[in-house]
């Protein structure tokens, strides 16, 4: 497989590093797997001659022209190194990347993009129609800008047809090691045990719907209010009426803004503080469903076996023995 990694000014060193880590290694491992497997052609190309990453690190890139003529078997757009929505959104329309991925795609070539990378290639159009996912905290920046896009952000990895997307930073590796397994699932096996990958989480399982709210005045003071309460029966209605909005209106702020019906934030402000409780204290399971607004220890397990697979146990049992290690080390 002929890989084409392009590279912008800005592009995370470490989704960059990882990309090439997963291709490295599978170059290495392949003849132990399967002497037949052919090697991964992996080249960083750009729009220009020298690129620099988002920690200053400069290096020279083969022209990303160059491959019309020869398309490679797949693209892969690695995420940015800034922080913010807005730095992200400066540098999707302020590069003259766009129009060579659309360029490509359009001449068949598969695409595949991580982390803030995909709004990359959202930008070129190759996004719109398909499902997607993205870093989660940029979900509301990338919903509201690519309305063609079904996004899914809870998802680590999302596969479309010909294009693949990741979400957050360490994501990359989940695409890297996708594109390894279409060529060989033993290899790609092989290659996730060599670089220590480990079990990977869904990206739903991380995220901070709390991060998310302060992005729309409605929804933070929505945020506030079901922290407030959060022990209390909500009445839906009577909270969007505390904050001037019908509920017909906060309905559709937390669709088109965070993905999701206001009933489903508000299971993630209670779950996010629930599981904050079993690492951080004693409390029994009971109690903590009754601190976060739930009835019993029945449903709180449920729904956190549900939208976290994992069981409170669990999440208890992996901080006594991180505190474990910490005190015989």
């Not at 990309?19 to 399967?34: E, I, S």
């Not at 220590?196 to 709210?213: M, Y």
């Amino acid at each position: 497989m002929r890989i084409v990694i392009v590279a912008v000014d800005g592009v995370a060193d470490s989704g960059l590093g990882l990309v090439l880590d997963v291709f490295t290694a599978a170059n290495l491992l392949r003849g132990r797997v399967d002497p037949h497997l052919a090697a991964f052609e992996v080249s960083v190309r750009s729009t220009r001659a020298q690129v620099r990453t988002f920690y200053g690190a400069a290096f020279t890139t083969e022209p990303l022209a160059a491959v019309l003529d020869d398309p490679p078997d797949h693209l892969v757009v690695p995420g940015l190194g800034v922080t913010t929505a807005e730095a992200v959104l400066d540098v999707v329309t302020g590069t003259d990347t766009v129009p060579a991925l659309r360029t490509l795609h359009d001449h068949g070539v598969p695409t595949s993009a991580a982390c803030s990378g995909t709004f990359l290639i959202a930008e070129a159009g190759v996004l719109d129609g398909r499902a997607a996912t993205t870093s989660w905290w940029l979900g509301p920046a990338f919903r509201a800008r690519y309305p063609a896009v079904t996004l899914d952000e809870s998802e680590a990895l999302v596969v479309a047809g010909d294009v693949v997307t990741a979400g957050a930073a360490l994501a990359h590796l989940d695409l890297a090691l996708s594109l390894v397994r279409r060529v060989s699932p033993g290899l790609a096996e092989a290659v996730g045990d060599y670089l220590a990958v480990g079990d990977r989480p869904r990206q739903g399982d991380v995220v901070r719907p709390s991060l998310l709210a302060p992005t729309d005045p409605v929804l933070a003071a929505f945020d506030r209010a079901v922290r407030d309460r959060i022990g209390e029966s909500l009445d839906l209605g009577e909270v969007a009426s505390d904050l001037g909005v019908s509920r017909r209106t906060l309905q559709r702020l937390t669709s088109t803004t965070l993905g999701m019906t206001p009933i489903r934030y508000v299971q993630h402000v209670r779950l996010e503080r629930a599981v904050d409780l079993l690492r951080t204290t004693d409390e029994s399971v009971a109690a903590i469903a009754r601190a976060v607004g739930y009835q019993d220890a029945t449903t709180l397990a449920t729904l956190i076996r549900r939208r976290r697979g994992t069981t409170p146990e669990q999440i208890r049992a992996r901080r006594l023995a991180t505190a474990s290690a910490w005190e015989s080390a």
